[in-house]
């Protein structure tokens, strides 16, 4: 086993890479790849005392590597846990008797007794603060004898409504969860507030039903019974049914919504709603990795109307989403477009603009932190004014742009610089030692170099020119960055058969004569060789597989 030989190995070392396999590799495969490193390696090869030494080490790492792999148990145990499982001591985690398979399953068994003890402890905070702001004193002004009260050339912005959610889960068994939520609110100097609690319960593999007691000083006290069912692997309901208790008696509420995957990105939904507000709605929904499409219609006391909405997702890593919908009905027509963007790890910032007859023209801000949401609605004006559609538009884009510009990507470029300053310290001894072993390897290969390359040149095969791996800086609005790069043109050579270089779709780091210049960085491999006496020239990211020569890569002459 791993320990047995008396080599420290670095936590993070990847067989797979170092023997440069894929990992689903056959035994062949293996022994190939093997029989080629030992020939390098080789102790008895090298007359040095000092690289008889280094190809000591080289040569236990790679026989270690191969005695892992080349056991079914081992290697099955060495896919789930990595090195750590190999070396726990009794084999705590698994008996070694036991096939590939029952490996695998007494992992997936391991797994869900974490997730069990996991679950006993998360709590699932959910919350949501909304302030209402009230900034129609901004356009809509009064006249005459309003501009002579003291105080009256200042526009008035108030906060006229806040609403605050929040709720927990508890989990009581892995069929069971306890849900506790409540909420205050205020409007216009009146509020209230609620208390809710839920048990759910998991009844099957097809639905879970679940019971709700609420009260409140603005409501009576609240009875509720939810049930979801998947009817077909392609369709669910979920039925919810309330009684309110109130000074006006009893009043009960039922609604009922039926869905159906008509296609593996849309939805279609019908609700059936009686009580307070009856109604008739039916949706339908197309989600895809580069839109959301919404069309719906409703029917119903006291309101009916029609909405259509898209919403485009950007493929940029800030995950940017511009939105437009359309709302006509009894009430009126809302137009509202808006944009979302992410703005660190975990939050996401979204404005939208309001523009409605009767409702005005309103501003909706909103923050998501996590499971945390914060609303801001700006109330602007009761008219459609240009003036206040224009300010709703802009302001908030200049805004957006000064504060990321000035303030949130300086904030996240030190936050990235700190991370990865704290892991460069933590992984220093582990990339000093794959420096050095890196080092001697290149030392060891040079014999192998230059008699591979006598070969490539009497046949006009592959010749490595120069290749560097690490980070490289192309980008001009990166031109200040440090680039951080190490020759890899020995080990690649190194690699070269019959006139083929084949890497696999791992990282090139564990690969014999490299190591990691550059920890928690974005890393490509370069090459520029030379194949039928023509140069040629590719960039590969760290994990993608590379297959070389290819007539893509040649250089043109011109050029």
Known sequence: MAAALGEEVPENEDYYSLLNVRREASQEELKAAYRRLCMLYHPDKHRDPELKTQAEQLFNLVHQAYEVLSDPQTRAIYDIYGRRGL????????????????????????????????????????????????ATDLFDRYDEAYEDVPGS???????????????????????????LSGSLSTQNGNGGGSINLALRRV???????????????????????????????????TTNCALQFSSRGIRPGLTTVLARNLDKNTMGYLQWRWGIQSAMNTSIVRDTKTSHFTVALQLGIPHSFMMISYQHKFQDE?????????????????????????????SILGATVSVGVPQGVSLKIKLNRASQTYFFPVHLTDQLLPSAVFYATVGPLVIYF??????????????????????????????????????????????????????????MGLIVVNAWYGKF????????????????????QCLVKDSKLILTEASKTGLPGFYDPCVGEEKSLKVLYQFRGVLHQVMSADSEALRIPKQSHRIDADG
Request: with cysteine; charged share 35%; glycine share 6%.
């Open 87 to 134: 070396e726990m001591e009794g084999w705590e985690v698994v008996e070694r008797r036991r096939t590939p398979a029952e490996i695998r399953e007494e992992f997936e068994r391991l797994q869900r007794e974490r997730e069990e003890r996991r679950l006993q402890q998360r709590t699932n905070p959910k919350g949501t603060i909304s302030v209402g702001i009230d």
């Open 153 to 179: 050339s200042f526009p008035q912005i108030e906060i006229n409504k806040m609403h605050i959610s929040q709720s927990i889960e508890a989990p009581l068994t892995a069929t069971d969860t306890a849900i």
């Open 318 to 346: 800030d995950q940017t989403r511009v939105k437009g919908s359309l709302k006509a009905g009894f009430f009126g027509t809302i137009v509202e477009y808006g944009a979302e963007r992410k703005i660190s790890r975990h």
């Open 402 to 459: 000064a504060m990321h510009r000035l303030i949130i990507k300086p904030y996240l470029r030190a936050q990235k610089e700190k991370e990865l300053e704290k892991q460069r310290e933590s992984t220093a001894s582990d990339v000093q030692q794959k420096k050095q072993e890196a080092e001697a390897a290149v030392r060891l290969m040079q014999e192998s170099v230059r008699r591979i390359i006598e070969a490539e040149e009497a046949r």
């Open 473 to 492: 800086v192309n980008d001009n609005s990166r031109k200040n960055e440090k680039v951080k790069v190490i020759d890899v043109t020995v080990p690649l």
């Open 203 to 237: 009844t099957s593999p097809k639905g879970w039903g679940e019971l709700e007691f609420g009260a409140g000083d603005l409501q009576g006290p609240l009875f509720g019974l939810k049930i979801f069912r998947n009817l077909t692997p392609r369709c669910f309901i």
